[in-house]
C-alpha cells in the first residue's frame, strides 16, 4: 500500500510558476513509474507528465517546454516545476503511482492539489 500526498498548489497570474510535490510512503517509490494528471471543471482527467523508475519522461502537448517533471527516489517525491502559468492550466492536480508485478498492475493516487491561474 502506497500513500500519496501532494502539495504545492494555488493562486497564481499568467506567466507565473509553481512547483507541486508529492511524497510517497513506503519503500518501493523506486519502482514505481510516477505521474501527474490534472481536472479541470467539466473535462476528463488527463496526463500532465510522468516519469518512469528509470527516468524517462513524458509530457502532454500542452505543456512542453513550460512543466518539467522530476524525481527524487531519496526522499519518496516527485515533482512539477510549472513554468509561464496559462488560465488554462487551472485545473486540480494529482500525483499518481503505478506499478505492473507480473499479471497485477498497482495504482495510487494522491489527494490532489488546486491549481488557479488569473490575474
Known amino acids: 500500500q502506497v500513500q500519496l500526498v501532494d502539495s504545492g498548489g494555488g493562486l497564481v497570474q499568467p506567466g507565473g510558476s509553481l512547483r507541486l510535490s508529492c511524497v510517497a510512503s513506503?519503500?518501493?517509490?523506486?519502482?514505481?513509474?510516477m505521474g501527474w494528471y490534472r481536472q479541470a471543471p467539466g473535462k476528463q482527467r488527463e496526463l500532465v507528465a510522468s516519469?518512469?523508475?528509470?527516468?524517462?519522461?513524458n509530457y502532454a502537448d500542452s505543456v512542453k517546454g513550460r512543466f518539467t517533471i522530476s524525481r527524487h527516489n531519496a526522499n519518496n517525491t516527485v515533482y512539477l516545476q510549472m513554468n509561464t502559468l496559462k488560465p488554462e492550466d487551472t485545473a486540480v492536480y494529482y500525483c499518481n503511482a503505478d506499478r505492473r508485478d507480473g499479471l497485477t498492475t498497482y495504482v495510487y493516487w494522491g489527494q490532489g492539489t488546486q491549481v488557479t491561474v488569473s490575474s
Open positions: 513506503g519503500n518501493m517509490f523506486s519502482s514505481y513509474a
Open positions: 516519469i518512469t523508475s528509470g527516468g524517462i519522461t
